[in-house]
């Protein structure tokens, strides 16, 4: 079992830029394929990005390409998520996820069993 913490979040100024961190303990994060979600209030949890276990591979919501960018570095547990040009719709509490030996495209869609708390992210117009 692995445990997620996010970390990173923050209040920023529309066009400005943060990079979220989801730090993995319990277990190595080297064969997990990990996501990103955010929950504004009042709304539905949305996917934001994912990348593969084996990190070869990315996806992103179309509300987010080309100005977020998911990497994941292994020899620290760590995936991050650097996001640029932010928009005050981008205001939300951002979770990371994880699930074992999964593409990037299908962390958007299937269970996933390992979540953290969630960082709040807050952009003022």
């Known amino acids: 079992q692995v445990q997620l913490v996010e970390s990173g979040g923050g209040l920023v100024q529309a066009g400005g830029s943060l990079r979220l961190s989801c730090a993995a303990s319990?277990?190595?994060?080297?064969?997990?394929?990990i996501a990103w979600f955010r929950q504004a209030p009042g709304k539905e949890r949305e996917f934001v990005a994912a990348v593969s276990w084996s990190g070869d591979s990315t996806y992103y919501a179309d509300s987010v390409k080309d100005r977020f960018t998911i990497s994941r570095d292994n020899a620290k547990n760590t995936v991050y998520l650097q996001m640029n040009s932010l928009k005050p719709e981008d205001t939300a509490v951002h979770y990371c996820?994880?699930?074992?030996?999964?593409?990037?495209?299908?962390?958007?869609?299937?269970?996933?069993?390992?979540w953290g708390q969630g960082t709040q992210v807050t952009v003022s117009s």
């Open positions: 996820a994880a699930r074992l030996f999964t593409t990037a495209q299908a962390m958007g869609v299937m269970a996933l069993p390992y």
């Open positions: 319990g277990r190595t994060v080297s064969g997990y394929s």
